[in-house]
């Protein structure tokens, strides 16, 4: 059996092992052997919940960037991962923090009557056919009048 020595005796020998899900305050912290399979979390409902998501990529991308001290190509590519988790949680909390609303507009309940629905098609029509219709105005009447008479 072989065993790994690493250059610095500071670094942790198996990074594999660090914790790699975000963690939020209902979810536990878990190890797993492979840290760029587990599905992203879900969007948070709340201001809270984004802060908690918010707090826990933040931490996760703090310990990765101890990892990747060492230079080694898995332990950038951790830090890699948490830092666009981190960046999406930043976004996410940010929209929270802005209190930006969305509006969506709501239709009406009761459906258009027969009559409402005639009146409204009828005008259209008109507007749609008196648009290309030219009103007459002084430059053009004055030509009628000097063309008839002449």
Same mark, same amino acid.
């Given at each position: 059996?072989?065993?790994?020595?690493?250059? !610095?005796?500071?670094?942790? =020998?198996? @990074?594999?092992?660090?914790? +790699?899900?975000? &963690?939020?305050? $209902? *979810?536990? #912290?878990?190890?797993?052997?492979?840290?760029?399979?587990?599905?992203?979390?879900?969007?948070? !409902?709340?201001?809270?919940? =984004?802060? @908690?998501?918010?707090?826990? +990529?933040?931490? &996760?991308?703090? $310990? *990765?960037? #101890?990892?990747?001290?060492?230079?080694?190509?898995?332990?950038?590519?951790?830090?890699?991962?948490?830092?666009?988790?981190?960046?999406? @949680?930043?976004?996410?909390?940010?929209?929270?923090?802005?209190?930006?609303?969305?509006?969506?507009?709501?239709?009406?309940?009761?459906?258009?009557?027969?009559?409402?629905?005639?009146?409204?098609?009828?005008?259209?029509?008109?507007?749609?056919?008196?648009?290309?219709?030219?009103?007459?105005?002084?430059?053009?009447?004055?030509?009628?009048?000097?063309?008839?008479?002449?």
């Amino acid at each position: 059996m072989t065993t790994r020595h690493t250059s !610095r005796p500071d670094v942790k =020998a198996d @990074a594999a092992l660090e914790p +790699a899900a975000i &963690a939020t305050p $209902s *979810a536990p #912290r878990r190890r797993t052997a492979k840290p760029g399979l587990e599905p992203a979390p879900p969007a948070p !409902r709340s201001r809270a919940e =984004a802060e @908690a998501q918010y707090i826990a +990529a933040r931490d &996760a991308w703090t $310990s *990765a960037m #101890r990892g990747a001290s060492s230079g080694r190509s898995a332990d950038l590519a951790s830090l890699a991962i948490a830092q666009e988790a981190y960046e999406k @949680a930043y976004a996410e909390r940010e929209g929270w923090l802005s209190g930006a609303r969305v509006a969506i507009p709501i239709e009406n309940a009761e459906p258009r009557r027969g009559l409402e629905v005639f009146l409204a098609q009828d005008l259209a029509w008109r507007r749609v056919h008196e648009a290309g219709q030219k009103v007459p105005g002084r430059l053009e009447r004055l030509i009628r009048r000097l063309t008839r008479r002449g």
